[in-house]
């Protein structure tokens, strides 16, 4: 089965003809969605039931894990421990509806002994959650370390997130198909904007995400994404090339492309009326 959401549910004004997206306007629409605010800090799990009481049955999340976790900074495995028991606990309600913890490690976080550590800590230490692990820094994918990070994410049953985004040099990994695990396999789509993704500035301004793909991009795309989808139980895809609001019209001429059946019909969105 493939998927296809968006980053966050509030940040897509062109879905409704409303100022404020809620949770269940965005359910009309997607059947997943991706959830970034974790990162910056863990919700309460009475937050997180209140999402999981307000959509279907068959929606699912993927929760993006908090910078103390990955590593955004320096802190010590006390630190990371009490967070990821304090994730745990606030993941609870989620249930059955949590596809995956999405761990994304910052572009400095390259291969070394003490990373690798880490990343076995977090492993351990998240080992009841499903696990998501998108990098950031080239090392991961060099031909000395490339099958030694597929078997660590094999050891441990992590899906090695599979990324479209600019190619900058060290600080960017190569959109690489690998399945690490058999029930998930997850896709995230930055854009291409390789002066927005340099930019020092571009994650406050939008300009690393700022990107429309054209129908071309996403048909080379949709191929990767239906050939690992016959491997896997689950196949989650989503957008955040969202710095110029164009992840929904995206996505839905994705979805379109894939032969995917829309939970409401794309002429509903006042963006394509």
Not at 72 to 101: A, F, R
Not at 197 to 222: D, H, I, M, Q, V
Not at 253 to 273: A, C, D, M, N, Y
Request: net charge neutral; aromatic share 12%; hydrophobic share 40%.
């Amino acid at each position: 089965m493939i998927k296809v959401g968006l980053t966050n549910w509030a940040k897509h004004p062109d879905l409704l003809d409303k100022k404020n997206i809620g949770l269940a306007d965005y359910e009309k629409f997607y059947a997943c969605v991706e959830v970034d605010s974790f990162f910056y800090g863990i919700k309460d799990a009475s937050v997180v039931k209140k999402w999981h009481d307000q959509v279907d049955d068959d929606f699912e999340f993927v929760i993006k894990a908090s910078k103390e976790i990955t590593r955004q900074s320096e802190v010590s495995n006390d630190t990371v421990k009490k967070e990821c028991t304090k994730l745990i606990e606030s993941l609870k309600p989620m249930k059955h509806k949590l596809t995956g913890v999405l761990l994304q490690f910052p572009a400095f976080f390259e291969v070394d002994k003490e990373n690798i550590i880490h990343l076995r800590n977090v492993f351990e230490y998240l080992k009841q959650l499903p696990l998501i692990v998108e990098f950031r820094h080239q090392s991961w994918y060099e031909e000395a370390y490339y099958k030694r990070t597929v078997n660590l994410m094999r050891e441990y049953n992590v899906t090695l997130a599979m990324i479209d985004e600019p190619q900058v040099g060290s600080g960017a990994v190569p959109f690489d198909i690998a399945i690490t695990n058999n029930r998930l396999a997850f896709f995230r789509f930055h854009g291409r904007n390789t002066i927005g993704w340099k930019t020092p500035t571009g994650f406050e301004s939008g300009a690393r995400t700022n990107y429309c793909y054209s129908t071309n991009e996403l048909e080379e795309l949709a191929q990767s994404v239906k050939e690992v989808s016959k491997k896997v139980q689950n196949t989650i895809v989503i957008f955040n090339n969202n710095g110029g609001l164009d992840a929904n019209k995206n996505a839905v001429e994705f979805q379109k492309i894939l032969g995917l059946e829309f939970k409401t019909k794309p002429s509903e969105q006042i963006s394509l009326l």
